[in-house]
T-cell receptor
Framework: SAVISQKPSRDICQRGTSLTIQCQVD?????MFWYRQQPGQSLTLIAT?????????ESGFVIDKFPISRPNLTFSTLTVSNMSPEDSSIYLC??????????FGPGTRLLVL | AQSVTQLDSQVPVFEEAPVELRCNYS??????LFWYVQYPNQGLQLLLK??????LVKGINGFEAEFNKSQTSFHLRKPSVHISDTAEYFC???????????FGAGTTVTVRA
């Protein structure tokens, strides 16, 4: 199974600012995914990031708010732009392909004041 | 589309007692099924998964789950819980021809001495 690490593990940010979260996988993977877990809620898929192409966003999520980069097969970033308190969540990345089990990173805990 | 229903939002249980967490799903295609656990202030950890074969699957930490296709259920059980099993448990499904996970709302298990 892939080992996934994320940076930062947590952050406290002011509204109106942006935060970029990094996700590193210890092996080359085709697909990486970003999820959001709002306080007391379940996980919701934000987008799928494939190397060499634009990220695919789920309904309710847009590129201007959550730009994603995927420069190579082991790394991805998610930026939370122009943050508001409603963006306070845990952001998790994972990797996987059809037929494979997805293992999650430790998550980034974001608090927006 | 897939949906997952976790029938119990909170399950209090005494140490060394058995616990069962219920999960039902709906899907128009065949699915893979997963249980993940989230310990306080941590990311998601895979407990167990059903991909094919035997409908009774065993996972880590003494947990097991049974896939029942006719009842579209995947209930999680442990015969004797420990204080350390206090956590949030998520049931998830994924079509076997896709990569997107759909999560249930989660069940909070609180184990008391």
């Amino acid at each position: 199974s892939a080992v996934i690490s994320q940076k930062p593990s947590r952050d406290i940010c002011q509204r109106g600012t942006s935060l970029t979260i990094q996700c590193q996988v210890d092996s080359q993977v085709t697909m990486m995914f970003w999820y959001r877990q709002q306080p007391g809620q379940s996980l919701t898929l934000i987008a799928t990031a494939n190397q060499g192409s634009e990220a695919t966003y789920e309904s309710g999520f847009v590129i201007d708010k959550f730009p994603i980069s995927r420069p190579n097969l082991t790394f991805s970033t998610l930026t939370v732009s122009n943050m508001s308190p409603e963006d306070s969540s845990i952001y998790l990345c994972t990797s996987g392909q059809i037929g494979e089990t997805q293992y999650f990173g430790p998550g980034t805990r974001l608090l927006v004041l | 589309a897939q949906s997952v229903t976790q029938l119990d939002s909170q399950v209090p249980v005494f140490e060394e007692a058995p616990v069962e967490l219920r999960c039902n799903y709906s899907s128009s295609v065949s699915v893979y099924l997963f249980w993940y656990v989230q310990y306080p202030n941590q990311g998601l950890q895979l407990l167990l998964k059903y991909l094919s074969g035997s409908t009774l699957v065993k996972g880590i930490n003494g947990f097991e789950a049974e896939f029942n296709k006719s009842q579209t259920s995947f209930h999680l059980r442990k015969p004797s819980v420990h204080i350390s099993d206090t956590a949030e448990y998520f049931c998830a499904v994924r079509p076997n021809n896709d990569y997107k996970l759909s999560f249930g709302a989660g069940t909070t298990v609180t184990v008391r001495a």
